[in-house]
């Protein structure tokens, strides 16, 4: 049974007096916190914690992983928070503890097995530092190790996992101690009749072949002393799983993997590791195609060493050749570059190891075919730049970090980008703005007949999203500038009491050259989309001669108000500060490349933007059946379910929500910003009117950003 004594003996041998009594103290206070609790064995918990630490410190981990492992169960399993982690052991052990309870949260649902490898980078991503992953391997080893008292079906979930994912992990960071006892673990629990037969089958054949394997360790020996080679020779055993593996997808009989004899060479230096090799290779002759030298090309995991198949008597013999560094970077892997070896800020000092290796390992492989391939790989699993989240069926995106739902919906498909409304993160309604953390689960809510804003251009982040919304947006665009633009020039000529057929062909031409435009529709396009103003064109239509005309003056003849309906397209939008409706006093500033942008009248970012711009006189028509949009906060009670209610009272008076969030939250009540599509001031009415019939509404006000005097 782990006890602390022994691991504190244990980390007595490689840190300092004041850094072992910070683990203690770690350990007294996780023992406080787990008081009472047992595992499934009987044992009290804390047993658990203690021997999760004592792993790591066979690693050599530096003493802030030591208490981060001690710890690691508090903040998902007691009272005991992060904050009053970090108040009591330092920020860098509460983010460590935060991170190992965030992965302990992810339910890892058996998958196809494309799944699992996105299950493993997902993991790699949710952990910023890479020792929550050594923490998290600790951890899921002592619990493999101790999985006996558990029920058959979480037994084998939890195995399924570990194969699937924590041991492709281990062995991506290259800790094969790990890695092996994981994957053996990991099979026993999943198939224990084939385990245990091949543990038989192993240990009979030992017994018959152990005159072979010291003959041929003799023999090896024998050709190191000759040529005067310093090292020593250690004889292999195939782990169990590998075994089976061999056999599922090599198809290969069990005798016929263990007639191969496995033997390791440790030398002092890698110069002495290619002369090992020419020494066993003049010893026995080696089989054509199998030798590989992973010391000049390393594996993708930092691992090196020589590997050769030589042919014994009867007999195939395996040996790898490495330097007693390279035996500890296969066993350790990235923990063996992480390694306590100074006292001097340890974070720092870890994390320039961690580079010196990353950079150690560039080097190397620069040399390699597939160098490229191999950063790419090492940046993926320890840096990422990808995020992954889960569908509501428990499959994985990929996303480039910082995305935000809208990303989301478009990766799945662009119908449903272009129709989303909202979106639940976790289950909660969340802002379609919120960007997304590795690990959540996102749920898109679409409307029919919703269409993407111009704003979410710069909500989205990925490629696909962007191009997508431009995409629908230039569409869409052309049509509605032209339209507008014909509809704007039309009324100027009319307020002047004048229309097409007072102009000659011969000046409009005149007029569209001055313009620098190729046609008449260009011209419409151009006025659309606010590079021209349309009081100008039409004085310059009807003008006999000369072109110049003063823009001040045409600004103040302009009074005659412009019928507008609403439906005029893109380029016609209406402000985001004050949303206005059908029945609003308005206005409308023609700002370049939006269009003319209508305002509600006195809306103080109005005032603001018409500094240097033209005001347009604009007029509702009357009878207007098309949607408006109108930004909505409510004051609510908190209660469970009352969001729902509140979409359902907008919904039951006919009116569309397009998006609805939580603004501010307490434990009394919610802020909500809800964005509805209504008909009108009147239909407005109704919609406020429901709400307020909620009991839980304490205050509903209309989002309108207006002079206090003009005031909704
Ligand atoms: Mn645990």
């Given at each position: 049974?782990?006890?602390?004594?022994?691991?504190?003996?244990?980390?007595?041998?490689?840190?300092?007096?004041?850094?072992?009594?910070?683990?203690?103290?770690?350990?007294?206070?996780?023992?406080?916190?787990?008081?009472?609790?047992?595992?499934?064995?009987?044992?009290?918990?804390?047993?658990?914690?203690?021997?999760?630490?004592?792993?790591?410190?066979?690693?050599?981990?530096?003493?802030?992983?030591?208490?981060?492992?001690?710890?690691?169960?508090?903040?998902?399993?007691?009272?005991?928070?992060?904050?009053?982690?970090?108040?009591?052991?330092?920020?860098?052990?509460?983010?460590?503890?935060?991170?190992?309870?965030?992965?302990?949260?992810?339910?890892?649902?058996?998958?196809?097995?494309?799944?699992?490898?996105?299950?493993?980078?997902?993991?790699l991503a949710m952990a910023k530092d890479i020792r929550v992953i050594l923490v998290k391997l600790a951890d899921r080893l002592h619990n493999m190790r101790t999985l006996g008292p558990l029920h058959h079906e979480k037994r084998r979930r939890i195995a399924t996992e570990t194969l699937d994912i924590y041991a492709p992990i281990a062995n991506r960071?290259?800790?094969?101690?790990?890695?092996?006892?994981?994957?053996?673990?990991?099979?026993?629990?999943?198939?224990?009749?084939?385990?245990?037969?091949?543990?038989?089958?192993?240990?009979?054949?030992?017994?018959?072949h152990n005159e072979i394997i010291e003959d041929i360790q003799h023999s090896l020996e024998k050709c190191l002393e000759q040529r005067n080679l310093e090292g020593h020779i250690i004889g292999r055993e195939k782990h169990l799983f590998s075994i089976y593996n061999k056999m599922k997808y090599k198809h290969k009989s069990f005798h016929e993997i263990?007639?191969?004899?496995?033997?390791?060479?440790?030398?002092?230096?890698?110069?002495?590791?290619?002369?090992?090799?020419?020494?066993?290779?003049?010893?026995?002759?080696?089989?054509?195609?199998?030798?590989?030298?992973?010391?000049?090309?390393?594996?993708?995991?930092?691992?090196?060493?020589?590997?050769?198949?030589?042919?014994?008597?009867?007999?195939?013999?395996?040996?790898?050749?490495?330097?007693?560094?390279?035996?500890?970077?296969?066993?350790?892997?990235?923990?063996?570059?992480?390694?306590?070896?100074?006292?001097?800020?340890?974070?720092?000092?870890?994390?320039?190891?961690?580079?010196?290796?990353?950079?150690?390992?560039?080097?190397?492989?620069?040399?390699?075919?597939?160098?490229?391939?191999?950063?790419?790989?090492?940046?993926?699993?320890?840096?990422?730049?990808?995020?992954?989240?889960?569908?509501?069926?428990?499959?994985?995106?990929?996303?480039?970090?910082?995305?935000?739902?809208?990303?989301?919906?478009?990766?799945?498909?662009?119908?449903?980008?272009?129709?989303?409304?909202?979106?639940?993160?976790?289950?909660?309604?969340?802002?379609?703005?919120?960007?997304?953390?590795?690990?959540?689960?996102?749920?898109?809510?679409?409307?029919?007949?919703?269409?993407?804003?111009?704003?979410?251009?710069?909500?989205?982040?990925?490629?696909?999203?962007?191009?997508?919304?431009?995409?629908?947006?230039?569409?869409?665009?052309?049509a509605e500038s032209l339209d507008l633009g014909k509809a704007l020039i039309e009324k100027s000529l009319s307020s002047i009491k004048k229309s097409w057929k007072d102009i000659g062909e011969e000046h409009l031409a005149k007029v569209l050259e001055h313009n620098q435009a190729d046609s008449l529709d260009e011209l419409f396009i151009n006025v659309?989309?606010?590079?021209?103003?349309?009081?100008?064109?039409?004085?310059?239509?009807?003008?006999?001669?000369?072109?110049?005309?003063?823009?001040?003056?045409?600004?103040?003849?302009?009074?005659?108000?412009?019928?507008?309906?609403?439906?005029?397209?893109?380029?016609?939008?209406?402000?985001?500060?004050?949303?206005?409706?059908?029945?609003?006093?308005?206005?409308?500033?023609?700002?370049?490349?939006?269009?003319?942008?209508?305002?509600?009248?006195?809306?103080?970012?109005?005032?603001?933007?018409?500094?240097?711009?033209?005001?347009?006189?604009?007029?509702?028509?009357?009878?207007?059946?098309?949607?408006?949009?109108?930004?909505?906060?409510?004051?609510?009670?908190?209660?469970?379910?009352?969001?729902?209610?509140?979409?359902?009272?907008?919904?039951?008076?006919?009116?569309?929500?397009?998006?609805?969030?939580?603004?501010?939250?307490?434990?009394?009540?919610?802020?909500?910003?809800?964005?509805?599509?209504?008909?009108?001031?009147?239909?407005?009415?109704?919609?406020?009117?429901?709400?307020?019939?909620?009991?839980?509404?304490?205050?509903?006000?209309?989002?309108?950003?207006?002079?206090?005097?003009?005031?909704?």
């Open positions: 049974m782990p006890s602390i004594d022994a691991l504190i003996d244990r980390i007595d041998q490689y840190l300092e007096p004041d850094k072992v009594a910070l683990v203690r103290q770690a350990y007294e206070s996780a023992k406080t916190a787990h008081e009472g609790q047992f595992r499934r064995s009987g044992d009290p918990y804390i047993i658990h914690p203690v021997a999760v630490a004592r792993i790591l410190a066979d690693l050599q981990m530096d003493h802030q992983t030591l208490m981060a492992a001690l710890l690691h169960d508090v903040i998902e399993d007691t009272d005991v928070s992060k904050e009053d982690l970090a108040a009591d052991f330092g920020e860098s052990v509460a983010e460590l503890v935060d991170g190992v309870s965030k992965l302990t949260q992810i339910e890892f649902k058996s998958k196809a097995e494309a799944q699992a490898h996105n299950f493993q980078k997902m993991t960071l290259g800790i094969n101690s790990i890695r092996i006892e994981l994957e053996d673990l990991g099979f026993a629990a999943l198939y224990p009749m084939r385990s245990k037969y091949i543990r038989k089958a192993v240990k009979k054949l030992r017994g018959n263990m007639d191969v004899y496995a033997f390791r060479v440790i030398t002092k230096n890698e110069e002495d590791c290619y002369r090992a090799l020419g020494a066993v290779h003049s010893a026995y002759k080696p089989l054509p195609f199998r030798f590989k030298d992973y010391i000049a090309v390393p594996k993708v995991n930092g691992y090196q060493s020589l590997h050769t198949t030589l042919f014994g008597k009867h007999v195939n013999i395996e040996i790898q050749i490495r330097t007693d560094d390279m035996e500890d970077f296969a066993n350790y892997g990235i923990a063996a570059h992480w390694q306590y070896k100074d006292d001097s800020s340890m974070t720092l000092a870890n994390q320039a190891r961690i580079d010196r290796w990353l950079s150690s390992l560039k080097q190397i492989r620069d040399h390699a075919d597939d160098s490229m391939e191999f950063i790419e790989h090492v940046k993926i699993e320890l840096f990422p730049d990808e995020i992954y989240v889960f569908t509501p069926k428990g499959d994985i995106l990929e996303l480039p970090a910082g995305a935000t739902p809208i990303d989301f919906a478009y990766s799945i498909h662009t119908d449903i980008g272009n129709a989303c409304v909202a979106c639940r993160i976790n289950k909660k309604l969340a802002s379609l703005s919120e960007p997304l953390q590795s690990g959540q689960t996102v749920e898109v809510i679409t409307a029919p007949g919703a269409k993407p804003s111009r704003a979410w251009l710069n909500i989205a982040v990925s490629a696909k999203a962007k191009s997508s919304i431009r995409h629908y947006l230039k569409q869409r665009s052309e659309g989309l606010g590079n021209r103003m349309p009081y100008i064109i039409a004085r310059q239509l009807i003008a006999n001669s000369g072109m110049e005309i003063d823009a001040e003056q045409a600004t103040s003849d302009d009074k005659q108000h412009l019928m507008i309906k609403g439906t005029e397209g893109l380029n016609l939008s209406f402000a985001k500060c004050c949303h206005p409706i059908p029945g609003d006093p308005i206005i409308g500033i023609a700002t370049g490349p939006s269009g003319l942008v209508i305002h509600s009248e006195g809306c103080r970012k109005a005032m603001d933007k018409l500094q240097n711009r033209a005001k347009i006189h604009l007029s509702w028509v009357k009878d207007i059946t098309d949607e408006f949009v109108v930004e909505l906060r409510v004051e609510l009670e908190r209660q469970r379910g009352i969001i729902a209610e509140l979409a359902s009272a907008i919904t039951r008076a006919e009116a569309n929500i397009e998006r609805i969030g939580v603004e501010e939250q307490n434990a009394r009540m919610s802020v909500v910003n809800v964005v509805i599509h209504i008909q009108g001031r009147r239909h407005l009415a109704r919609v406020i009117k429901r709400i307020r019939s909620l009991k839980a509404v304490i205050r509903l006000n209309r989002v309108v950003d207006t002079h206090p005097k003009n005031g909704a």
